[in-house]
């Protein structure tokens, strides 16, 4: 079988899994996360076919759908890429990148790196800031049933991983939290300049947000 088959085999499999997903982490997150991966790798020394199948199964089972476990998304990734024959070098590395890639709070120091990594990270990244990251975080808290904004639960920036995996607070809270922070984490420069605009968006967003919660 070859590169781009498994690739349309995997691409398969994850359109099916998660056909009844959540709107903010469904296909339409994934296609654009794959679509956001190969245009970063085209000017990065990243393997794309490493790149391609991460991007491709990086939300296949996320934790916050798996009461947290955090291991179910790789061994899924896991099994499938087994049986289509991929080798274990690279199932190891997409492994890796799929537990590294999630944003787990302002406090936490990454361990493992790699360029393959850092472009599907930057992909990852990039759909949850901007127009589309204002609409996947309302849509996740209405899914939760939070909050949209309470001025009196102010934003939490330096949360460990298990802070802010448990965390209930107010979806403006979360542009606080992590959209906001996320400019300054980009790995790679086309990731860090497509961030740029993504970035000034949400911030007039957020001042037209205030100016009408307060009748403006």
């Known amino acids: 079988m070859t590169n781009r088959e ?4 995997t691409a398969a499999f ?13 296909w339409w997150h994934i296609e654009r996360v794959w679509n956001n991966a190969r245009t970063l ?3 990065e020394p990243a393997d794309l076919f490493v790149v391609e199948l991460a991007a491709l199964l ?17 061994a899924k990734a896991r099994e499938l890429l087994s049986g289509l024959g991929v080798e274990e070098s690279v199932i190891s590395h997409v492994e890796q990148i ?7 709070g ?7 790196y790699s360029p393959e990594l850092g472009v599907v990270q930057d992909a990852d990244r990039l759909d949850a800031i901007g127009a589309i990251g204002i609409a996947r975080a309302f849509n996740y808290g209405g899914f939760r049933g ?55 968006f949400m911030e007039s967003y957020l001042e037209q947000f205030y100016r009408e919660w307060s009748g403006g």
């Open 6 to 9: 498994i690739i349309e085999k």
């Open 14 to 26: 994850v359109r099916s899994e998660l056909k009844n997903a959540e709107g903010g982490h469904d």
């Open 41 to 43: 790798a085209r000017s």
């Open 58 to 74: 990086h939300d296949i089972a996320d934790h916050k759908f798996t009461g947290g476990d955090e291991s179910a998304g790789p």
């Open 98 to 104: 799929m537990t590294g890639v999630s944003f787990k």
């Open 106 to 112: 302002g406090n936490v120091v990454p361990g493992f």
């Open 146 to 200: 939070r909050e949209m904004h309470n001025p009196s639960i102010p934003p939490e920036t330096g949360m460990s991983a298990e802070q802010y995996r448990r965390s209930t607070a107010p979806t403006i809270n979360h542009f606080y939290e992590k959209l906001l922070l996320l400019k300054d984490r980009m790995n790679t420069e086309t990731g860090r300049r497509m961030a740029e605009q993504r970035h000034r």
